[in-house]
């Protein structure tokens, strides 16, 4: 059983920094892609970042490009997403999500190949 816990959500101003971690355990994780997913009110879940967790190809969302760095710790086993110059759109409630497998870039942005998901952390960005 892969089990994801999520921290580091909170309340920040515009313009300010949150790092947000991703506490796996379960499995060995070197096989996995890793992901961040966002989803404000009312809307749909939508794709923020995804790597593997063996290293090399990351990938992000258009809107967050340049702003989020996704990145993991083995010795921790923990996944990160750094998020620097927060906008007040990027407020949502933060997943963290695992594939079992090497995913692509087209695939990455999914939500349908990810099988677990952690219980999500709130970020509310305010001006």
């Known amino acids: 059983q892969v089990y994801l816990v999520e921290s580091g959500g909170g309340l920040v101003q515009a313009g300010g920094s949150l790092r947000l971690s991703c506490a796996a355990s379960?499995?060995?994780?070197?096989?996995?892609?890793m992901g961040w997913f966002r989803q404000a009110p009312g809307k749909e879940r939508e794709f923020v970042a995804a790597?593997?967790?063996?290293?090399?190809?990351?990938y992000y969302a258009d809107s967050v490009k340049g702003r989020f760095t996704i990145s993991r710790d083995n010795a921790k086993n923990t996944v990160y997403l750094q998020m620097n110059n927060l906008k007040l759109e990027d407020t949502a409630v933060y997943y963290c999500?695992?594939?079992?497998?090497?995913?692509?870039?087209?695939?990455?942005?999914?939500?349908?190949?990810?099988?677990?998901w952690g219980q999500g952390t709130q970020v509310t960005v305010s001006s």
């Open positions: 999500a695992a594939a079992p497998r090497f995913l692509s870039a087209y695939n990455a942005y999914m939500s349908r190949h990810y099988t677990n």
């Open positions: 790597m593997r967790w063996s290293g090399g190809s990351t």
């Open positions: 379960g499995r060995t994780f070197s096989s996995y892609t």
